[in-house]
């Protein structure tokens, strides 16, 4: 077995774990209990997950720091070479509020890119994982790489009931007529990944440890993930950017990508 393939295996038993805690303590008021800070809501959860997938990557390899959102410390120093990066709880407000829509996640950043990555969505009970260059995985099975899809054709995807912002004015001028309601970031770009949707637009503010595992999911059934202006996704400097464009096929995304430049 390959590092890689035993680094996913570990990182993806730590994302379950994590998964079946968030399940337990959702339960308890006291857990769920939070504030909106800006357009994120912070609950005590967040803290509790970010404590014990820490804690679980630290024992897959000492060596190896944490940078998470909820330990400012780490987004204040210089990137290390090497590291994890990890969104404890995406989709904290569908965590509290009583929806599914929300992940544990964390991904193994080498230099400028992800090169592992797990994803767990605990409602679903569903894992999604990716090796660069090996492929990506649903629950242990490979996932296919997506057909073309090009603009207007499958099925757009957001966090609402419908439509609305800037993914309402990509919906009527690119001509879909399907669309899917789902949750976070993460879950979103996965269920492009294994084809439930064709293309996910927003243009709030996105931050590296959103996209760096679902990201590289994505990538690994042929989609593409870029910022709301067509540029990738660097992992260098900032952890902020405004937006991103998601699709199942490379050329659509591009061509919304231009269109919203216009």
Avoid at 29 to 39: H, L
């Amino acid at each position: 077995m390959s590092g890689r393939h035993a680094l996913s295996q570990a990182v993806a038993t730590a994302v379950v774990e994590v998964g079946g805690l968030l399940r337990d303590w959702r339960s308890d008021p006291a857990v769920r209990d939070g504030v909106w800070e800006g357009s994120q809501f912070k609950a005590e959860a967040d803290a509790r997950a970010h404590r014990a997938l820490s804690e679980r990557l630290t024992r897959i390899d000492p060596g190896v720091p944490v940078v998470s959102e909820e330990d400012p410390g780490s987004l204040v120093r210089e990137r290390p070479p090497r590291y994890w990066l990890i969104d404890p709880i995406d989709g904290t407000a569908s965590y509290a509020h009583g929806f599914d829509g929300y992940v544990t996640q964390a991904a193994l950043v080498v230099g400028e890119r992800p090169e592992v990555a797990a994803v767990h969505a605990p409602e679903r009970d569903t894992l999604y994982t990716a090796v660069r260059g090996q492929g990506a995985r649903r629950d242990g099975r490979d996932l296919p790489r997506q057909p073309p899809a090009p603009p207007g054709r499958g099925m757009l995807t957001d966090n609402t009931p419908e439509p609305s912002g800037v993914a309402r004015r990509v919906y009527e001028h690119f001509g879909y007529g399907a669309y899917l309601e789902s949750g976070s970031i993460a879950l979103k770009l996965c269920r492009i990944a294994e084809g439930d949707a064709q293309l996910f637009v927003k243009d709030v503010p996105v931050r590296d440890w959103d996209v760096a595992a679902p990201g590289l999911v994505l990538a690994e059934t042929g989609g593409l993930l870029t910022r709301l202006d067509g540029s990738g996704f660097t992992y260098r400097g900032s952890f902020e950017h405004t937006g991103l464009v998601g699709a199942a096929d490379p050329s659509t995304g591009r061509s919304v990508a231009r269109w919203l430049q216009l």
